[in-house]
C-alpha cells in the first residue's frame, strides 16, 4: 500500500457509484446523467464507468430495501453462498464485488443532512495516492472548504460499497433533504468528481506531486441521542451544536436539549471535532454525530507513472 | 360557516395531530411528549387531546405505509366498507373520523423540506373563527413572520386529515429534512402551538377581536419539474428560485436548471408567489411547486362568547 507510488501502473479502470443510498439524489441524478452522456467523466486512457449500485433502493426512493449496502462488504458476507433469502443488497454487493472488484478507484457519491459540505471520506491513512488526490481536490475546490472524515479505526471502521477497490474515494456532500435535489449540492459534487478524475488523468500522465501533508478529522466514537426506556429520543441536538460540523466541542459545551428545556453538556474529556450531525439515516444507528480528533497524514512524492504505460 | 362568530359555542374539543406523515419528526416528538405530560397543552375549561395520527408510518419512519393519509378524508374514501385488502390508511382515516368527527378544532403538526418558515395552512376563506386566530398568532410569533397558506380551490383542494374538525388547522414548519427532527425548528412549532391554544382559551373566555383583514397565499396551480419521457427528473429547482418560497416568481425568471446548464424560465403570464418549493414528499406528486396569489381575507369582529358557556 505504502509502496513507491510511481512504481504503480496507471489507474486505468474508474467506477463512479450513484445510489449506493437510494434517496441520495444527487449521486443518482449525476450518474444516470452520465450514463446517458458520458463525456464529462471520460478522460484519455481512463475507462470510467458510471453505475447505479442500488437500482431497487433509488427506484423506491430509499437508503436500502433489506439492509444497508454501505455495511455489508465485509468478508463474511460477502462470502455467503446465496440462499434464497439472503438480503437484497448482500446478493447486491456480491454482484457488485465481481463487477468491480479489480478496479482501481471508486468514487462513491452520497448526501448528508448534516452540514459538512464539501467532504470526502478517506479509509485509510497509509494510502499515499488518496492523499495526494485529496489535497488536490482540496486546492481545486478553495475558497470552498473540503474537509476529510478518516474512517480508519480499529472497531468503527465499516466496510463500505467503494472498499473492493484499491482506492475506494467516498464523497459526500450536504446538507441536502433525503429525496432533495438541490442545486447547489449537486454542483458541488459534480466539481468534485471532476477534479477527482482530473488528478487521476495527471497521474497516469506522468505530472509530479510532490511530497504533502493532509489534515482529516478521524473517528474516534459515535454519541447516541439521550433516550428513554423504550427507545424513543429524549432530547435533540442543541441548537449551538447544529450545523456545526468540522467545529471544535469541548467539554460541558451544549450537545443536547430536551423537551423540557434542559441542556445536555458534552461529557468527554477532551475536545472532538464532531461530524454527521443530525444525520437522518444515523438515528437507526444509534449515532446522533460522530466524534474525531484532527491528524495530520502525510504522503510522499508522488513520482512520474512511466509515461508509456498510460495508453 | 360564516355566521356571527359570536353566537357560537365555546370550543370545547381540540385535537393535536403529530405523524399524519410519519416522517415529518417534530410533530411526532411533540405529541409523544404531551401525551406523556400534557401540561403545557391544556386550558381551562378544554379538552385538548395529542394524538399521533399514523402510528405505523411513524413506527417504519416513513411518510405513509400504504397510501397519503392527508388525501384520503374524502366522502368516497371514508365511505368505503372495510374491505380485508383495504389501504391502511383508508382504515385510520374511518378511525379518526369516528374519534374526532364531532371536534372543534384540529391542530395538525407538519414538516417541510421547503424553506417556508412557519406557515398555517387555511382551508377556506369563509372560516372567520380561523382567520381571527391565524392573525393572532402571527401577531404573537412577530418579528418571526408567519405565512397562510389557502388551499381553497375548485380542484386543487384536497381532504386533510383535519378537515373532520369544524376548524381545521395546517401548521407546517420547516425548512427540516425528512427523518430529521431540528431544535430551532421544533421550538416554532411548539410556539405555534401555543399561541393557537392560547387564542382558543381568549376566545372562551369571551375576550373581544375585533374585525381584522388576513394575507393569504391562495393557491391557483401546481408546477412538476420536467421529465423525461421515462419521468425521470430532467431539471432541478434553479438556484435563485431555491429556498424563495413566498417571494415573487416573475414571468421569463429562471425556474429550473438542467444537468446541461440551461436555465428554464417561468413560463407564466403573471407573478406567482411559489410556496413548497422543492419538497422531498411531493416529487412524487409532480409538484416541484406550487403557485399562489396574495389575497386579502377579512373576518367579521369575534364577538364575546357567552362567559358561562366556558365551563
Redesign the interface.
Known amino acids: 500500500m505504502a509502496s513507491l507510488l510511481g512504481a504503480q501502473a496507471p489507474l486505468t479502470r474508474v467506477a463512479i457509484f450513484g445510489g449506493t443510498h437510494g434517496n441520495e439524489l444527487s449521486g443518482v441524478?449525476?450518474v444516470?446523467?452520465w450514463e446517458e452522456d458520458g463525456a464529462e467523466v471520460q478522460r484519455p486512457g481512463l475507462r470510467v464507468t458510471p453505475f447505479i449500485s442500488n437500482p431497487r433502493a433509488v427506484q423506491r426512493?430509499v437508503r436500502y430495501v433489506d439492509c444497508d449496502l454501505n455495511r455489508v462488504f465485509d468478508a463474511a458476507r460477502l462470502g455467503q453462498e446465496p440462499p434464497e433469502d439472503r438480503p437484497y443488497e448482500v446478493g447486491r454487493a456480491q454482484e457488485i464485488r465481481r463487477l468491480f472488484g479489480a478496479y482501481d478507484v471508486i468514487l462513491d457519491l452520497h448526501n448528508t443532512?448534516s452540514n459538512m459540505g464539501c467532504a470526502l471520506i478517506l479509509e485509510s491513512s497509509q494510502d499515499d495516492l488518496l492523499i495526494q488526490m485529496f489535497r488536490y481536490i482540496q486546492s481545486s475546490l478553495a475558497p470552498t472548504p473540503c474537509f476529510v472524515y478518516l474512517i480508519d479505526h480499529p472497531s468503527l471502521k465499516y466496510a463500505t460499497t467503494r472498499s473492493i477497490a484499491k482506492h475506494p474515494v467516498g464523497i459526500e456532500v450536504g446538507?441536502?433533504?433525503?429525496?432533495?435535489?438541490?442545486?447547489?449540492i449537486?454542483q458541488q459534487m459534480r466539481s468534485m468528481v471532476k477534479h477527482a478524475l482530473d488528478f487521476i488523468q495527471f497521474f497516469n500522465e506522468g505530472k509530479e506531486f510532490p511530497a504533502c501533508s493532509l489534515e482529516v478529522y478521524q473517528v474516534t466514537g459515535k454519541v447516541d441521542y439521550p433516550r428513554k426506556a423504550n427507545g424513543?429520543?429524549a432530547a435533540?441536538?442543541?441548537?449551538s451544536l447544529?450545523d456545526q460540523d468540522w467545529k471544535p466541542l469541548r467539554p460541558g459545551e451544549p450537545t443536547f436539549?430536551t423537551?423540557d428545556g434542559a441542556t445536555i453538556p458534552f461529557d468527554g474529556d477532551a475536545p472532538v471535532y464532531p461530524v454527521f450531525v443530525?444525520e437522518?439515516?444515523y438515528?437507526?444507528k444509534g449515532e446522533a454525530f460522530a466524534k474525531t480528533r484532527r491528524v495530520t497524514l502525510t504522503a510522499r512524492r508522488l513520482n512520474a507513472a512511466p509515461a508509456g504505460s498510460a495508453p
Open positions: 441524478l449525476l444516470k446523467h426512493g443532512t446538507p441536502q433533504p433525503q429525496g432533495v435535489l438541490r442545486a447547489d449537486l424513543e429520543i435533540v441536538i442543541h441548537p447544529q436539549l423537551l443530525n437522518a439515516a438515528y437507526e
